[in-house]
């Protein structure tokens, strides 16, 4: 049952991809933009010009450049992307898979690690919000979601930047690292396995790199922690409210249960959709957590993606969307058999 | 888990609990606070079975919920106490009200599906509340769930233990919830209308099932209803409760002899009447011998299924008639593909073969265009009178359409109609401008029914027109159907699982079983000496509000195994269709397709062994 529902899952993700890689090869060449000019200057040889826009692929009718891309009757030296190639970036020359191989890890890593966190801190706090409605927790609750979630995501990682780091150290409390990349030049990096900063070091048993990636960690995480779990716990707390309305808790109360037992009873059924949302927001974050990653300077994948497309680099272009769909679809997958394996009514 | 480690011995004191003038009251904004009940009070006796009856929002269940402490917020316990065991239910603090909710008092509530929780599996969820008042470990109340489920009736408790509710029937899953409320041996056990929105052959299983669960354990049960059959089958004393009060409180028997208060003679009115005059001079006289007004040939509805080469046979070939001015039951369970048979007739549904003729027409050969222009003389009246009027109409615009539509009458004539109609279904001119939110369920189905009449229809299917209501209503409104029947001969295909009204309005009665027609008969034929054993099972099961002859009362209570097919192609069984839960099946049944025969006595019968004889005709138990 699971099995076919993951194939066929797959497949339909197949189309879409292709559906999506057709898609935006076309809409960036509809674009009205002009990639070799940017390259070579405005002031270039129409010789120059040329030779660029030939070396680039792009004196080529589209269908051909698409051919070249996808890999299949290319007129070009390089394989494609059936092959398993992205190509080569037109700013770095540098492969492109390499490249998001090297930034994707980056963005993952603090996402995951603060959607986690975001998520244990939003179910207690929803459960006492949702148990006694109007009370402290409640208005604790309420208050957070407003405050946190209404303001922008840079303005937070400013003001952390701004008291952990300069303000404690002026202080003299022991402060946040300068929000410069992921290491302190100082520590050596661990050989890269997975691309998260912590399991590598953990696997290479480096321990003051796992603990110096923790500490630069710490910051970014908590800033898009503090971001994200305002409208996961409002969303959770609706759900525990309706929830705890229902006859089946009324029956659970009738029946005697604890109210411990209770409330296990409402979170877990309050909790199937909120994980949805968490998935919603997994899938935004991957290309959206720029501001976060250009604050800290760390680097990660929506940050290449943002200098890929100010530069015209179709093919990083392509890369990074193919890339994003692709682990957006997966991790919708996921969350949609962790969905299944908590209520058992969803059947695949 | 044996009768005898079941029973407990007699409680020291003689009451199991007594509530003393309790009175719950509902704040309302800018409004005096609503009284949902009003000084309550009630003493009950070990192993005794109490009814509390009364119409939606008497505060039936407000009460029966107050016994045991608890209120849905925003309402509150404004007064009077609720002795347990001689300690008030309603001064203890939540903790030790705690531990006696669901040991001692077990409750039972209705949509059963909806009150166990979707996520976890159903023997979890016993054994969690059974863990919550008894120190055992897991796998001893894993153990003593599965023991629960085998007492409460459910065949095979290992594998539906492992069940979660949504794969449960409605009668599977209310057995869950009996389950847990006598987990713990509960000295009281409450139950909140248990049985609503199940069928009458499951209804009985249950009722049988929990009557038999509670005289093993000696349990008092209050039973929360609203159906004078459960009343009168399985309750030893009644309490009837209007406005929030209880106006009456009775044994049984000298209830239904002797009612006292007004609202329970008027709920008491149709089985009063029955050997009455009255009804006789009511009664419309059908000529059997007229040409039929209807007649249906071996109609049949399949509905597909989507991505399925198989299909929902909801209608399989029934044939009846129906003659001028005969009243003619359509009775059978849900599923049973009454209703269904009732819209193909109309064609609201459009057949998939058979004929229906109406005198010499025959309908299902019409154009929809044609038979829209017949439409006048074949009305239909729903179930639910508030869906099938539209909201922003007054009674003047419902009643008016019909006129408009069918008729070349004036202004003035049209006027002078309503004025005629409204007379006749008895709603008072003063609510010509009502909308239909402003009325009572009654009152909206007199403008049904005044709408349905309104072009002097011959005919008129009543698809559950009393189910909705009140059993108070009901009463009305079938006099009402009788009345116009005689002064205007409407014939009326009348459609209900209540075999007390088709009792009660009915000539003949044509009982379906998964979209067959299973026997033809006259009432008295039907209802006196079933022939079918699906019909000898479904008027057994049903609860006639008679105290004379008890369910609990009888020696065999037969009834139906299992529960009904789903209707669709493959699952339908090869032969007889009851083959599997009918009580005298033979191996002739299994792969032999029944069909429907006239015996001796002028009825038809859809089994081999009544048409062979092989069966004998007995006088039913059901009354």
New interface residues.
């Given amino acids: 049952m699971l099995l076919r529902f993951v194939t066929r899952r797959l497949a339909v993700a197949i189309i879409q991809l292709i559906g999506i890689s057709l898609f935006v090869f076309f809409m960036i060449r509809i674009l009205p933009a002009d990639p070799v000019a940017r390259l070579v200057g405005l002031n270039a040889t129409k010789e120059a010009y040329d030779l660029a826009a030939h070396n680039l692929g792009l004196d080529q009718p589209w269908g051909q450049q698409l051919l070249n891309y996808l890999g299949i009757y290319s007129n070009r030296p390089g394989d494609g992307v059936l092959q398993g190639d992205l190509g080569d970036s037109w700013v770095t020359s540098a492969p492109i898979l390499e490249e998001l191989v090297r930034f994707l890890p980056i963005t993952l890593e603090f996402i995951t690690y603060a959607l986690l966190i975001a998520f244990l801190i939003a179910v207690p706090m929803a459960m006492a919000a949702a148990t006694k409605p109007g009370k402290t927790a409640d208005r604790v609750t309420f208050v957070w979601g407003l405050f946190a979630g209404a303001q922008p995501e840079f303005w937070w990682g400013l003001m952390f930047v701004f008291f952990f780091f300069f303000q404690f150290h002026e202080w003299g409390f022991p402060s946040a690292p300068a929000p410069l990349g992921r290491l302190n030049p100082m520590v050596s990096e661990p050989h890269t396995i997975t691309g998260f900063i912590l399991i590598d070091s953990l696997l290479a048993g480096n321990f003051r790199a796992f603990l110096d990636g923790a500490h630069h960690l710490m910051l970014p995480v908590f800033t898009l922690v503090f971001v994200v779990s305002g409208a996961i716990i409002k969303m959770l707390r609706q759900n525990m409210i309706r929830v705890l309305q229902?006859?089946?808790i009324?029956?659970?109360?009738?029946?005697?249960?604890?109210?411990r037992?209770v409330g296990f009873?409402a979170m877990?059924?309050a909790m199937a959709p909120a994980m949805t949302l968490v998935g919603i927001f997994y899938g935004f974050l991957l290309g959206g957590a720029v501001p976060i990653e250009l604050i800290y300077s760390l680097g990660g994948i929506g940050e290449y993606s943002i200098r890929s497309i100010l530069a015209f680099d179709y093919p990083a272009i392509q890369g990074t969307v193919l890339i994003i769909a692709m682990v957006s679809l997966l991790i919708y997958l996921v969350i949609d058999i962790l969905h299944a394996a908590?209520?058992?009514?969803v059947t695949f | 888990m044996s009768v005898q480690e079941i029973v407990r011995p007699a409680a020291a004191s003689n009451l199991v609990m007594e509530a003393r003038n309790v009175t719950v009251r509902f704040p309302i904004e800018d409004a005096p606070e609503v009284t949902a009940v009003n000084n309550f009070s009630i003493q009950i006796k070990p192993g005794e079975f109490i009814g509390i009856m009364g119409e939606p929002g008497c505060g039936k269940s407000v009460a029966a919920q107050a016994l045991l402490g608890l209120v849905r917020p925003p309402g509150y316990l404004a007064s009077g106490e609720v002795l347990f065991q001689g300690h008030d239910l309603l001064k203890m603090d939540p903790e030790e009200s705690r531990k006696l909710r669901g040991k001692d008092i077990g409750m039972i509530v209705q949509n059963p599906r909806y009150s166990l929780h979707p996520m976890y599996r159903v023997g979890q969820q016993i054994a969690k509340v059974y863990r919550a008042h008894n120190p055992v470990t897991k796998q001893e109340a894993w153990d003593h769930a599965i023991a629960m489920l085998r007492m409460v009736g459910i065949n095979d408790p290992e594998r539906r233990a492992n069940a979660y509710a949504h794969e449960l029937s409605s009668g599977m899953a209310q057995r869950v919830l009996i389950a847990i409320a006598l987990s713990s041996k509960p000295k009281l056990l409450i139950a909140d209308e248990p049985t609503s929105g199940l069928d009458v052959t499951i209804q009985a299983q249950f009722l049988d099932q929990m009557w038999e669960n509670v005289r093993q354990t000696n349990a008092a049960v209050v039973l929360v209803t609203q159906d004078l059959g459960i009343v009168a089958n399985y309750c030893d004393r009644v309490l009837i409760m209007h406005k929030g009060s209880v106006v009456e409180q009775a044994d049984v028997h000298s209830f239904f002899r002797s009612p006292n208060h007004e609202y329970s003679r008027a709920i008491l009115a149709l089985q009063r009447e029955e050997t009455s005059e009255e009804r006789n001079t009511r009664e419309v006289k059908v000529d059997s011998t007229s040409k039929p007004l209807i007649k249906v040939d071996k109609l049949t509805k399949l509905f597909p299924i989507r991505r399925s080469e198989s299909k929902v046979h909801a209608v399989d070939g029934a044939s009846f008639e129906i003659r001028p001015g005969e009243c003619l039951g359509l009775v059978g369970e849900s599923g049973s593909g009454k209703t269904t048979a009732g819209r193909c007739l109309l064609r609201l549904v459009e057949p998939t073969s058979g004929d229906i003729f109406y005198r010499d027409l025959n309908l299902s050969k019409l154009t929809r265009d044609e038979f829209r222009k017949k439409r006048d003389k074949l009305q239909i009246v729903f179930q639910d009178p508030l869906d099938s009027l539209n909201p922003r109409w007054t009674v003047e615009q419902c009643l008016m359409e019909p006129l408009n539509l069918h008729s070349t009458m004036t202004a003035e004539q049209k006027r002078a109609r309503m004025q005629e109609l409204m007379q006749l279904v008895g709603i008072d001119p003063g609510q010509i401008h009502a909308l239909p939110k402003e009325m009572s369920a009654g009152r909206q189905q007199r403008v049904s029914i005044a709408r349905a009449i309104a072009t002097n229809p011959d005919f008129i299917v009543l698809d559950e027109p009393t189910s909705a209501l009140t059993p108070e209503t009901t009463a009305e409104i079938i006099r009402l159907l009788m009345d116009l029947s005689r002064k205007l001969g409407i014939a009326y295909l009348f459609i209900s699982h209540d075999l007390t009204t088709v009792k009660y309005i009915c000539h003949r009665v044509v009982v379906m079983y998964l979209g067959q027609v299973v026997e033809v008969g006259t009432k008295d034929q039907v209802f006196n000496t079933p022939a079918h054993p699906y019909a000898k099972a479904l008027l057994s099961s049903h609860l006639f509000p008679n105290v004379e002859n008890r369910r609990v009362d009888r020696a065999v209570r037969e009834t139906l195994q299992g529960e009904i097919p789903s209707p669709i192609t493959e699952r339908l069984p090869k032969g007889c269709y009851l083959y599997g839960r009918c009580p005298s099946q033979k191996d002739r049944c299994k792969a032999e397709k029944q069909e429907l025969k006239t015996i001796g006595d002028g009825r038809q019968v859809r089994c081999w062994r009544v048409a062979e004889g092989d069966l004998p005709i007995e006088v039913a138990v059901g009354h």
């Fill in positions: 229902s006859d089946y009324l029956y659970a109360r009738s029946a005697g249960l604890p109210s037992q009873y877990r059924a908590i209520d058992p009514r």
